[in-house]
């Protein structure tokens, strides 16, 4: 396929949809009827357009087409916590068409909890491994835990489309039966299966990207009967990013909220509800109009087995804990535990804090090869139920626990509710056993305001700890995290 030249760099002809409205302000070079006209709002956002095209110009040449995008009604967004939207009569291009369509409530109100096939196979992906998985969901006591998402990264399709139906085609050698058929065997096990896709015109990985093939490709992943998307942020075109403020100074209207928009409206009108995980690296604002595009979004880079890692990711997602509840996860990415070198008590940190922050929990290694104690961390009753809780969506938030305690980053103490009561979470974030402790009185929540005694319940035990009054103490390893369950003695 040939490209058109413009100071963007090289634009391929075939124009997606919802790319071909023109921004404000922008510079327009109009070419003969049968050409292209190119258009520059700057040296970085250009893109070039048939010229033949019909829409209405001021300048009275051949004009620039403008794209239709999915017809869906317009919602307001389902948090307070989101800013207030420029109004679609006032904005320009393409953030003036582009759908608004909320994510299905029929799915994701509390955060994924599934495996995900990257982290322990990368690109030498398999129906055998991902069916594997599935039924050491059943074997290992984790579709018992709760967990019920079998995710398939990348690289599980051919790198070229059906050049008559344009759909993207499962790679025989590692799915020879489609990927229809690991769905119908993955839910015979009562499970779900999930997928990957991108939100530019390549995967990571160098695979068919979704960017104008969003209805196309969300109507085939439903027809497969699959129940989750992973949509990656690579191979994005310049035209298609961001290289100032959006519109309104709302970052819903950015043309990187606008690919995802563009996929979420593409989900919300199938027939099946499909979870919406945006990962978008921590990109564009994204805690600010997530839930209003998907289910859950990423917070940063991806993850490694690593200390760095858990307190580097944990320092950027408590800046945006308040944009978490129901269908709305700040996603810290996939588990670690089971891989690299980290110790036991730092993968009992990486699970529990996944758990208190209600990121999605996405298991990412073999998992034949977890020890017994690695299943006990990851099917601990009590910590999921905390993620899980059906009656309270938010998480639990950072808190000083005593006035002479000195601040840490990340924070290492925190407090939140579920249905079970007022919960405190303590991270030993030394290189050595500490001991550390709260005043009851500093926990926000706690029943009479801190007075009086309280029943102090380990989680990770399952069994009471014995009564206290005005404080609590106990001595952590390094890197590892206490958490417990406070009531009224």
Not at 43 to 65: D, F, H, K, V, W
Not at 208 to 230: C, H, I, M, Q, R
Not at 447 to 458: E, I, L, M, P, Q
Request: with cysteine; proline share 6%.
């Amino acid at each position: 396929m040939a490209s058109v030249a413009v100071l963007g760099g090289l634009v391929p002809p075939r124009v997606n949809p919802g790319t071909a409205a023109i921004l404000s302000e922008a510079l327009i070079v109009f070419m003969n009827k049968d050409s292209w006209a190119c258009i520059e709002q700057n040296s970085y956002y250009s893109q070039c357009l048939p010229a033949s095209s019909s829409a209405s110009s001021t300048a009275g040449s051949s004009p620039i087409i403008s794209m239709p995008t999915t017809s869906v009604p317009t919602t307001s967004a389902p948090t307070s916590q989101l800013p207030t939207s420029t109004s679609s009569a006032s904005l320009t291009g393409i953030a003036a068409s582009a759908p608004t369509t909320p994510p299905s409530k029929l799915t994701g109100k509390t955060p994924a909890l599934g495996w995900n096939s990257w982290n322990a196979y990368g690109c030498e992906i398999s129906e055998e491994k991902v069916i594997a998985a599935a039924n050491q969901f059943i074997s290992l006591g984790l579709k018992d835990a709760g967990y019920e998402f079998v995710n398939i990264d990348d690289c599980w399709s051919l790198q070229a489309r059906n050049s008559t139906t344009q759909q993207i085609i499962p790679d025989s050698s590692k799915f020879p039966n489609g990927i229809s058929s690991v769905a119908s065997q993955v839910h015979a096990l009562g499970l779900k299966l999930g997928i990957y896709g991108d939100a530019g015109t390549e995967t990571c990985s160098g695979f068919p990207g979704s960017l104008g093939y969003e209805n196309l490709d969300a109507s085939t992943f439903a027809d497969w009967g699959v129940d989750y998307l992973k949509y990656d942020n690579c191979n994005v075109p310049g035209n298609w990013s961001d290289s100032g403020t959006p519109q309104g100074n709302d970052w819903y209207n950015s043309n990187s909220a606008i690919r995802y928009r563009q996929m979420g409206a593409a989900l919300a009108v199938q027939s099946n509800p499909m979870q919406f995980n945006l990962c978008i690296w921590g990109n564009a604002n994204v805690w600010q109009w997530g839930a209003r595009v998907g289910h859950s979004w990423r917070m940063g880079s991806d993850s490694s087995a690593s200390w760095s890692y858990i307190t580097s990711i944990l320092t950027q997602n408590v800046q945006y804990l308040s944009y978490i509840d129901f269908w709305a996860h700040n996603d810290m990415d996939m588990m670690e535990i089971g891989n690299g070198d980290l110790t036991i008590e730092e993968q009992r940190t990486h699970f529990a804090a996944w758990c208190f922050l209600k990121s999605p929990i996405l298991l990412g290694t073999d998992l034949s090869l977890l020890s017994t104690e690695q299943i006990a961390i990851i099917t601990n009753t009590e910590l999921l139920a905390f993620h899980q809780d059906d009656t309270i969506g938010t998480p639990a938030m950072p808190f000083t626990p005593a006035p002479s305690t000195p601040t840490a980053s990340p924070p290492e103490f925190y407090a939140g509710p579920s249905s079970a009561g007022t919960h405190v979470f303590v991270i030993n974030t030394s290189g050595s056993s500490a001991a550390m402790s709260f005043d009851f009185v500093n926990v926000p929540g706690l029943a009479n305001g801190g007075a009086g005694s309280f029943v102090v319940h380990d989680m990770w035990a399952g069994e009471d700890v014995g009564t206290f009054s005005e404080s609590y103490s106990t001595t952590l390893s390094s890197h590892d995290t206490a958490a417990f369950l406070l009531t009224l003695a």
